[in-house]
C-alpha cells in the first residue's frame, strides 16, 4: 500500500517540481495562466477515471508487476485510446508547468518522448500478456482520445459507477476503518459474489474492499424509486416472490462475458444481526449459474447502523473473503457467510429508533411503548429502563415478544396504503387492507423494505406504512400466523 502511494506521490508531484525547480535555476517566470487550474484538474479526472477502469475491469493498477491488471481493458477511456491514463498526465502537467513556469514547456516536450518510448516497451509487454492485444492496437489510438466512448451494458462499469466508486471510496474511508481479510482469495472473474446483509452501506464495504465491478440484482419496490441511477449504475430489477427469468438471463449473461454478479443471500437487511435464513430458490440459482461462488462477509456492519437505527456511526467493519467454492458446494459458501460473529459483550453505538425493533415493551408488553434515546431505552407504560444493553439482551427481549398466542388478535393501525390514507386490520384467518378484504391463505409473502414500509403479497403487491405501530409488528405476525404454509416466502 505505502509503495503504490509513495509512486504516486513521485508520479504525479515529485517529477512534475523537479522540471519546475531545473527551469527556475536559469530563470523565474512570474505566474500565468491560472486557466491553466482546469488543464491540471481535466488530467488529474482522466488519469483517475482510467485507473478506476484498470481497477474495476482489468483487476489491476496501472503500475508495472505483480499489481499490474490480469485482463485487458478496452472499455470506458480505453476505448477511445490504448492509453488514456498517460494522455491524463500529460496534460495535467501542461497545466502544472503553463501555472508555475511556463518555460518548463520545454521540459514538457521531453517528458512526452519519454512516455512516448516507455509507451514502445510497455506494448511490446501487453502483447506478450494479452494475445488479443494486437487487434485491439490497431482499432485505437495510442495517446489522443480519437474513438467514441464504449462500455459493454452486460458486464463493463458504466461511467456514472466509475464517478461513484471514487466518490464512495472517500466517503466510506471518513466513516469508516474497513479492514479486510483474504484479499488473496480474490479470484479472476467470472465468479458469482455472494455475500450477507446488514445495513445499506453494505455494498460499498463490498466495493471498497474487493474494488471489483459487479451486476447486482435490486428489489422492483427500490427500481421503481430509482430507475435512471440504477439503469446508469448497471445493476438491474428483480421480482421477489417468484422465478425472474428475465434477471436470470441477464446474471448468466454476465457471467458467460467473464462479469461478476453480487447477490445478497438473505434478500432483505438482517433486524439484530442475527443471519437470517436463506431465499427460497437461492441454491436452485446458484446451480443454475454454474459459476464458481466467492463468499463475502460482512462483520460489525450492524452495530455501526442497525436495520432499526436512525443514525449511522462511524467505527470499523471487517470484510472477510473465503475461498472460491465450486457451485455444486454452495451450502459451504452459504454457511460461511452466514455466520453470526457479534460477540456476546457488543453494544450499540446508539440506541434511538429501537422502538421499530422491540415493539412491544418486554417487561409489561404495552405495544407502541418502548421510548428510545441514544444511551438506551425505556417503557412510557411501566417505566422500565435499560441502559447500553448488549446487543444479545437486546435479541433476547425481542425474542420474548414474537407472537405466540391467538387471543392478542385483532390487530388495528392506521396506515397509508400505496399512498392512499386508509386502515389495516389482522384477524387469525385474515387481514383488512382498506377494502380488501385478504383471506390469509392467499398471502404469498410479507416482506420489509425499510424500518417504516412493509409490503404484502397476494399475487397483487400492498405498499403499507403504519402510522402508530411497527412495521415489523405487523410481518412477524404474519410470520406466525403463516408458519405452517411452506409456499410462503419466509426467512426465519
Known amino acids: 500500500m505505502w509503495a503504490v502511494i509513495l509512486k504516486t506521490i513521485f508520479y504525479w508531484l515529485g517529477i512534475p517540481w523537479a522540471v519546475v525547480a531545473l527551469f527556475d535555476v536559469f530563470t523565474t517566470a512570474p505566474f500565468h495562466f491560472i486557466w491553466a487550474i482546469a488543464l491540471g484538474l481535466i488530467g488529474i479526472f482522466w488519469s483517475l477515471l482510467s485507473s478506476v477502469y484498470l481497477l474495476l475491469s482489468g483487476n489491476g493498477l496501472p503500475f508495472f508487476g505483480r499489481k499490474s491488471p490480469k485482463i485487458l481493458v478496452t472499455c470506458g477511456p480505453y476505448s477511445t485510446s490504448r492509453h488514456p491514463a498517460y494522455f491524463g498526465y500529460i496534460v495535467y502537467?501542461?497545466?502544472?508547468?503553463?501555472?508555475?513556469?511556463?518555460?518548463?514547456?520545454?521540459?514538457?516536450?521531453?517528458?512526452?518522448?519519454?512516455?512516448?518510448?516507455?509507451?514502445?516497451?510497455?506494448?511490446?509487454?501487453?502483447?506478450?500478456?494479452?494475445?488479443?492485444?494486437?487487434?485491439?492496437?490497431?482499432?485505437?489510438?495510442?495517446?489522443?482520445?480519437?474513438?467514441?466512448?464504449?462500455?459493454?451494458?452486460?458486464?463493463?462499469?458504466?461511467?456514472?459507477?466509475?464517478?461513484?466508486?471514487?466518490?464512495?471510496?472517500?466517503?466510506?474511508?471518513?466513516?469508516?476503518?474497513?479492514?479486510?481479510?483474504?484479499?488473496?482469495?480474490?479470484?479472476?472473474?467470472?465468479?458469482?459474489?455472494?455475500?450477507?446483509?446488514?445495513?445499506?452501506?453494505?455494498?460499498?464495504?463490498?466495493?471498497?474492499?474487493?474494488?471489483?465491478?459487479?451486476?447486482?440484482?435490486?428489489?422492483?419496490?427500490?427500481?421503481?424509486?430509482?430507475?435512471?441511477?440504477?439503469?446508469?449504475?448497471?445493476?438491474?430489477?428483480?421480482?421477489?416472490?417468484?422465478?425472474?427469468?428475465?434477471?436470470?438471463?441477464?446474471?448468466?449473461?454476465?457471467?458467460?462475458?467473464?462479469?461478476?454478479?453480487?447477490?445478497?443471500?438473505?434478500?432483505?437487511?438482517?433486524?439484530?444481526?442475527?443471519?437470517?435464513?436463506?431465499?427460497?430458490?437461492?441454491?436452485?440459482?446458484?446451480?443454475?449459474?454454474?459459476?464458481?461462488?466467492?463468499?463475502?462477509?460482512?462483520?460489525?456492519?450492524?452495530l455501526m447502523w442497525p436495520r432499526w437505527g436512525s443514525h449511522f456511526h462511524k467505527g470499523r467493519v471487517n470484510v472477510v473473503i473465503g475461498k472460491l467454492v465450486d457451485a455444486k458446494d454452495y451450502s459451504k459458501a452459504i454457511d460461511f457467510v452466514l455466520k453470526d460473529t457479534i460477540t456476546i459483550n457488543s453494544v450499540y453505538k446508539d440506541y434511538r429508533g429501537i422502538e421499530s425493533y422491540l415493539w412491544k415493551c418486554p417487561e409489561c408488553g404495552t405495544v407502541g411503548g418502548i421510548e428510545s434515546s441514544k444511551s438506551g431505552f425505556g417503557c412510557s407504560h411501566c417505566h422500565r429502563k435499560w441502559h447500553f444493553p448488549t446487543v444479545e439482551e437486546v435479541r433476547i427481549m425481542h425474542d420474548s415478544i414474537f407472537p405466540s398466542h391467538f387471543e392478542e388478535l385483532p390487530i388495528f393501525d392506521e396506515a397509508i396504503v400505496d399512498g392512499i390514507e386508509s386502515t389495516i386490520t389482522l384477524t387469525k384467518e385474515q387481514i383488512k387492507i382498506g377494502q380488501n378484504t385478504l383471506p390469509l391463505f392467499s398471502v404469498k409473502a410479507t416482506l420489509m423494505e425499510s424500518r417504516h414500509d412493509f409490503y404484502i403479497y397476494t399475487g397483487k403487491l400492498f405498499e403499507i406504512r403504519p402510522l402508530s405501530t411497527s412495521p415489523l409488528m405487523w410481518k412477524e405476525w404474519m410470520d406466525f400466523l403463516k408458519k405452517g404454509d411452506t409456499n410462503y416466502w419466509r426467512y426465519r
Open 93 to 302: 502537467t501542461l497545466g502544472f508547468y503553463l501555472l508555475f513556469n511556463p518555460l518548463a514547456i520545454v521540459g514538457w516536450v521531453a517528458e512526452i518522448f519519454s512516455i512516448l518510448l516507455l509507451i514502445f516497451v510497455e506494448e511490446r509487454s501487453l502483447a506478450k500478456k494479452f494475445p488479443e492485444y494486437a487487434g485491439y492496437k490497431k482499432k485505437k489510438s495510442s495517446l489522443i482520445p480519437l474513438r467514441k466512448w464504449e462500455t459493454d451494458r452486460v458486464k463493463d462499469p458504466p461511467f456514472l459507477f466509475a464517478i461513484l466508486y471514487i466518490v464512495g471510496k472517500f466517503i466510506i474511508r471518513f466513516f469508516y476503518d474497513v479492514k479486510v481479510y483474504g484479499k488473496a482469495h480474490i479470484p479472476t472473474p467470472p465468479y458469482v459474489m455472494i455475500s450477507n446483509h446488514n445495513c445499506y452501506f453494505d455494498p460499498f464495504y463490498i466495493m471498497d474492499a474487493m474494488n471489483v465491478y459487479m451486476k447486482a440484482p435490486l428489489s422492483w419496490a427500490h427500481y421503481e424509486r430509482m430507475k435512471w441511477l440504477i439503469d446508469n449504475v448497471g445493476m438491474f430489477p428483480i421480482k421477489r416472490y417468484t422465478t425472474d427469468s428475465t434477471a436470470v438471463l441477464k446474471m448468466v449473461r454476465t457471467l458467460r462475458k467473464k462479469g461478476v454478479v453480487g447477490i445478497f443471500v438473505e434478500n432483505e437487511r438482517s433486524w439484530d444481526g442475527r443471519p437470517l435464513n436463506v431465499k427460497n430458490g437461492i441454491d436452485r440459482l446458484l446451480e443454475t449459474l454454474r459459476m464458481p461462488i466467492l463468499p463475502v462477509r460482512i462483520e460489525r456492519a450492524h
